[in-house]
C-alpha cells in the first residue's frame, strides 16, 4: 500500500471517529478494491444508515476472513436492525462461538460480546414460546417425549447416550428411565414392599453400618471415588455376583421372595446382583457409567425422605415409597440425599426387555467366557 493509500485510510478512520460518515465514505471511495479497509467501510455506511453498503462490506470482510470477530459482530446488530432475528441469532452465535476461542478477548469487545448474548437470549425466549404456541394449535402438550426433545432443541437439556465401562451391545433404544406399567411383574414385588419395610426395620435397629457400596480391591487399581470404602453409601447384599448371601437371605424371606418375580440375569459370577442400598444424609453419589447396557435397574423405594433424587442423563426423578424407578444405568447418572434422614431402596438388576431370549443365551456365554479370562469386571459406582 502506498503512502497515499494509507493516509486516506487514517483520514477516514479518524473521520469514523468523529462520527463523520459522509466524509469517511467520501475518501474511502478513492481507493482501489484490493486495498478497501471492508470493516472501516462498514462502519462509514453505518453512520450514513447505508444498510445495503454495510453489508456488502461486512460480506466482503467475510468472505476473506470467515471468523473476523468485528464483523461477525457487526453483521449481527445489522442483521437485527433489519428485523431478521434468525440471522442476527447466527451472525451472534459465531462471533461468541469464535470469541471463546480467543484467550484474551479485547476489552472493547466485551459490550459487544454481551449484547449478543442478550439478544440470543430473546430470541431463545420468543422462539420458546412461538413453539408452544405451535403445540398449543395442535392440540398438543409439552411433555413426555415431546417435551424433551423441546427442551433439547432450546438447549435446556444435553443429550446423553449410552456409555457402559465395560461392554455395549448394539442396536438397543437409548431410553433413560423406563416406566412401572411396562412391567407387570413389579405388581407382586411393590405389594409386598410394607412387609419387606418390616424386615429392613429390623436389621437397622441392629445399628450396624452396611459394608460400602464401593470396596478397595487389592487386585486392582483404586477407583477415583470419593465414596471408596465409605459406609454413606451402604450395601445390604441378598445376592452378590451371582450367588445368594445366605445370612441375609435367610433374614429376608420376605424380600427374597419378592426377588423371584423380577427377570434377573443368571450368570455365573456376575449376575444376579440384588442389595439394600443406603445413603446417608447429606451424601452425593457423583456422576458415573454402569457396566453394561444388557441390563435396567430396578429400585424399589423402602425409606424415602425429602430431597432424594436420581439423575440418569437429562432426566432427574424422585423416589416414591413403594412405587419402583427403573433406568438404563449405562447413561451417566448420579444420585444425592440432601435431607437429614437415611435413604434405602431394594435395588435389583434385570434383563432388558428388548433383548431375545437366544441373545441372552449368548450374552450369558460371552460374559461367562470373559469371566474365564479377565475376571469379573469391577463396579466402581
Not at 447384599?237 to 427377570?263: D, H, K
Request: one cysteine or more.
Amino acid at each position: 500500500m502506498n503512502a497515499g493509500n494509507s493516509n486516506i485510510i487514517n483520514d477516514a478512520r479518524a473521520a469514523v471517529q468523529r462520527r463523520d460518515g459522509a466524509l469517511a465514505h467520501r475518501l474511502l471511495a478513492e481507493l482501489p478494491e484490493s486495498e478497501m479497509p471492508w470493516l472501516l467501510l462498514a462502519q462509514a455506511c453505518n453512520l450514513l444508515g447505508n444498510l445495503l453498503g454495510e453489508e456488502a462490506a461486512l460480506q466482503r470482510l467475510l468472505a476473506l476472513e470467515p471468523r473476523n470477530l468485528p464483523a461477525l459482530i457487526l453483521s449481527g446488530e445489522l442483521k437485527a436492525r433489519m428485523g431478521d432475528d434468525r440471522a442476527a441469532n447466527s451472525f451472534f452465535q459465531a462471533a461468541l462461538n469464535q470469541a471463546a476461542t480467543i484467550p484474551t478477548v479485547p476489552t472493547a469487545f466485551h459490550p459487544m460480546l454481551n449484547r449478543a448474548r442478550d439478544f440470543i437470549g430473546q430470541v431463545q425466549v420468543k422462539f420458546e414460546q412461538h413453539l408452544i404456541d405451535g403445540l398449543k394449535q395442535a392440540g398438543l402438550a409439552r411433555d413426555g417425549r415431546i417435551g424433551t426433545a423441546v427442551d433439547m432443541l432450546l438447549g435446556r437439556k444435553q443429550l446423553y447416550l449410552q456409555q457402559p465401562s465395560s461392554f455395549y451391545f448394539p442396536g438397543l433404544p437409548q431410553r433413560q428411565f423406563y416406566e412401572r406399567d411396562e412391567f407387570l411383574w413389579l405388581t407382586e414385588i411393590e405389594a409386598a414392599v410394607p412387609e419387606m419395610q418390616a424386615e429392613l426395620r429390623a436389621v437397622l435397629a441392629d445399628g450396624n453400618d452396611f459394608a460400602p457400596y464401593v470396596e478397595a480391591n487389592a487386585d486392582r487399581p483404586l477407583a477415583a471415588n470419593p465414596l471408596m470404602n465409605d459406609p454413606k453409601w451402604g450395601a445390604y447384599y441378598f445376592w452378590r455376583n451371582g450367588a445368594i448371601v445366605p445370612e441375609n437371605s435367610a433374614r429376608c424371606p420376605i424380600t427374597m421372595q419378592a426377588l423371584t418375580y423380577a427377570p434377573m440375569p443368571m450368570i455365573d459370577q456376575r449376575s444376579p446382583i440384588a442389595l439394600w442400598s443406603l445413603l446417608k444424609p447429606v451424601t452425593h453419589i457423583q456422576p458415573h457409567h454402569g457396566l453394561l447396557n444388557t441390563r435396567l435397574i430396578c429400585h424399589i423405594p423402602l425409606i424415602v425422605p425429602h430431597s432424594c433424587a436420581i439423575r440418569v442423563g437429562n432426566e432427574t426423578r424422585s423416589w416414591r415409597e413403594g412405587e419402583a424407578l427403573i433406568f438404563d444405568d449405562s447413561f451417566e447418572h448420579e444420585a444425592w440425599n440432601k435431607s437429614g434422614d437415611t435413604r434405602v431402596i431394594l435395588l435389583f438388576e434385570i434383563w432388558r426387555p428388548e433383548i431375545t431370549l437366544e441373545e441372552r443365551a449368548a450374552l450369558t456365554a460371552i460374559f461367562e467366557t470373559i469371566n474365564n479370562y479377565h475376571g469379573v469386571p469391577e463396579d466402581a459406582g
